[in-house]
């Protein structure tokens, strides 16, 4: 592993990293909410954050319900790469920079803990 915090740095003090290689996420902190899911035993009894809500009036998620799906809630969020969907049992994180986006219960599962 290569120590960068003694190195050069850009402008802004931040480290300059090596233009390739093998990199591994820093530990980050991160808020979620699962969308309510039978499954979970979660019938809309798990309360949306306040920044979930400020987002859904903001625009930039909206709950929909799917023609011919039985499962409860659906949510589509704005993001920089586009509208991605979400389901009942992912989750929806707000990121370090308060970005919003929809992940899978199964890859959620893997890269995050309670803090």
Known sequence: MTDVSQGPRVDDGRPLLPPQGRFRSKIVEIEAWRIPCVEYGEPFLNTPPQWLVAAETAGVIECFEKPHCS??????????????????????????????????????ERKYEPA
Request: glycine share 16%.
């Open 71 to 108: 499962d409860w809630m659906h949510v589509r969020v704005k993001t920089l790469e586009g509208a991605m969907e979400g389901g009942p049992g992912d989750w929806i994180i707000r990121g370090t920079e308060g970005e919003l986006y929809p992940c899978k219960a199964s890859v959620f």
